[in-house]
């Protein structure tokens, strides 16, 4: 074990892989010699040489069809979008080609060997374009696993996980938590299972459910409530697709009550999709209505960030609703 | 199907009563139809014997194109003395524009430093210095006229200084007050100005580029005689936007200009590692534009570069692009320490070019500048804006209601009872939100 940040973490599985599979490959934007913006390539090149750690041109769909095609061929194709903002020129390439390279040619050719890296989300003063939470675009493409870490130990884990797996994945990497999440982590290589979502804290009363840097709020939030006499089981759900319906639904059957809650935009975001499922799964046992504690449905502010998150205040408000409906 | 509509003819009898046994066979004689009508219109219209729209050259010598066929030459003007080289073009730089163009430069330079020491102080979040390309962003903007439009990337403020754009609007955009033009709503130097034609800054990169084009396209049809200028990083130039932009340029015949600038570096990705041909000028000529290359620290020559561009697009209607080089003095932004990937020794060996100085040179040979008066302009600037910097800080921030506006011409329902859920909540809990309840914020 040692102490790690997010960061350090994410560095020693991109280590640890690259070690194990020789001919794996990390590339992007500034990844190379520099070790990328946050850092977190840091070392690679210097360890792994220029073949298989590299800078790739300014193109974020040149970087996923290049990572298409690489990763059909064979190679772990280890590809980071410097910012999820900034993924969009890289829509077409993962929406039509990535998600649909195994289904459409009845498995004769795949690019499960493929997992993107993004920072994503707010928080960080950012404003419109270094803040956004894109998972919902990518949920509604079959073919994807989305996958979210809360912390230092479930970033490497699950980033290990990812990289073996033979589906692709996008990581979303929480980028405000980069350095703020510091804990043990274990040097050795670990997996986490990308289908089953973690039950953090067990509680009675309600179930609390995020993903990525949104479980630190909920947890906050929960643990308002439960000085006002309220317990919470707070679920992560660190792989949003596919999603692990059976850990959230058991928790609903026994809480009768749920708060999704995320960064992104409340209209058509996952909260909804899952809201959708529970009600149908639990429909008899639900206390009150399933609530969605979201972003307001407007692009990322800037100078009223604080007032547009989902905070932990505003998750604690729809914890007093939910029990005293 | 019927075998002549298959051969893309229209056949004799053509009324719409023919008969199509099934539905989908209808469909698909429809479409051979209309596709060749379109065929022996395109016969007329275009070349006939030249479908591929090449150049109908031909050769038995089996022999590849160098890829430095093309090798393009820097135009320049002045050397670093400010001092015209022999037999350089003539400048029709006259004396107003040219004072007009130093104080810009002088002007930015001290905003840039200004503003990159408040972001060291934390009382911005975050700045980007235009540090070395000062001469290539304001000479390319002098050269155009005040109806033509521009799109920038971020590192063009100096652009923006020279259509007027005042002290007191930079520093409420940095500060993201209520006064900001952008409602406070993006990060420092994403600057915009309707009145100033300077399109708003987006950070996703090379997107303003086919937006130019088709900008450009909207003034061609005006028939006002105005045009675009187009500037985008040689990082930006990679991203699929740059073809595409250029691309429709080229085929719609848009007056744009492409002002490429080339400053070495996209973050720590240096050119070498960004693209292979030579320089990003080359691909103008792919794309079937006039193309030329200019030095960027050459206030003289990226004018003249500029306004013979500016003429052409104009009268011809037809895209130019322009390959400016400097280099990135600056770090990449506030965020960067470029000490990561280059050496001091090269930053200092490109400091020496300097595109300020080297202007100020030329003006002081002219006898248009006055060094003494120069000194104390600098003093007076750099009060009055530490001044207006101090008074945008305290401006108030914009108003929670600008947080719904604008996403729609007008609030649409679902917006304007998340506002008041959300105006219920701070009113609940007014400490945590201080910057719009007017509260005092929590000690945590
Ligand atoms: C689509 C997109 N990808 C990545 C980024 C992140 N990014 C911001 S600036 C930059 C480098 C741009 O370099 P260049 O175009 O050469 O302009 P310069 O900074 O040198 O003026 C990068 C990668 C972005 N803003 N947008
Ligand atoms: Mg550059």
Known sequence: ?325 | MNPTLRKGKVPPNNNNQAVYPDRESFYWSKITLVMGLRGSLMGKLNNIDNPNNITKEETLKLEFISENALSIPVFKMMDADGELYDGACHSSLDKDTAIKIYETMRFIRILDERMLAAQRQGRISFYMQCLGEEAAVTASAAALESQDMIFAQYREQAALAYRGFELEQFMHQNFSNSKDLGKGRQMPIHYGSNALNYMTISSPLGTQIPQAAGYAYGQKLDGNGGCTICYFGEGAASEGDFHAGLNMAAVHKAPVIFFARNNGYAISTPASEQFKGDGIACRGVGYGMKSIRVDGVDTLAVYEAVKLAREYAVKNNEPILIESIAYRLAAHSSSDDPTGYRSKDEEENFRLNCPVNRFRNYLIKQNWLDEQEDESSKETIRKEVLAALKKAEVVEKPSLEDLITDVYEEVPQHLRKQMDELKAHIAKYPEHYPASSGAKGENH
């Open chain 1, 1 to 325: 074990m040692a102490k790690m940040n997010m960061l350090q973490a994410i560095n020693s599985a991109l280590m640890i892989a690259l070690e194990e599979h020789p001919k794996a490959c990390v590339f992007g934007e500034d990844v190379g010699y520099f070790g990328g913006v946050f850092r977190a390539t840091s070392g690679l090149q210097e360890t792994f040489g220029k073949s298989r750690v590299f800078n790739t041109p300014l193109v974020e769909q040149g970087i996923l069809g290049f990572a298409n095609g690489l990763a059909a061929q064979g190679v772990k194709a280890i590809a980071e979008i410097q910012f999820a903002d900034y993924i969009f020129p890289a829509f077409d390439q993962i929406v039509n080609e990535t998600a649909k390279f195994r289904y459409r040619s009845g498995n004769e050719f795949n690019v499960g060997n493929l997992v993107i890296r993004t920072p994503y989300g707010g928080g960080i003063a950012g404003g419109l374009y270094h803040s956004q939470s894109p998972e919902a675009y990518f949920a509604h493409t079959p073919g994807l696993k989305l996958v979210f870490p809360r912390n230092a130990y479930q970033a490497k884990g699950l980033l290990a996980s990812s990289i073996e797996a033979n589906d692709p994945v996008i990581f979303f990497e929480p980028k405000r938590l980069y350095r703020a999440s510091v804990g043990e982590v274990p040097e050795e290589k670990y997996l986490i299972p990308l289908d089953k979502a973690e039950i953090i804290k067990g509680g009675n009363d309600v179930t609390l459910l995020a993903w990525g840097a949104q479980v630190e709020i909920i947890e906050k939030a929960a643990e308002m409530a439960e000085k006002q006499g309220i317990s919470c089981e707070v679920i992560d759900l660190r792989t949003v697709l596919p999603w692990d319906v059976e850990t959230v639904a058991n928790s609903v059957i026994k809480t009768g009550r749920l708060i999704i809650s995320q960064e992104a935009p409340l209209t058509g975001g996952f909260a909804s999709e899952i809201s959708a499922t529970i009600q149908s799964e639990c429909f008899l046992h639900l206390e009150s209505p399933i609530d969605r504690v979201c972003g307001l449905d407007t692009p990322y502010p800037l100078a009223q960030e604080k007032e547009y998150m989902a905070d932990h205040l505003k998750v604690y408000e729809a914890i007093l609703r939910s029990v005293q409906y």
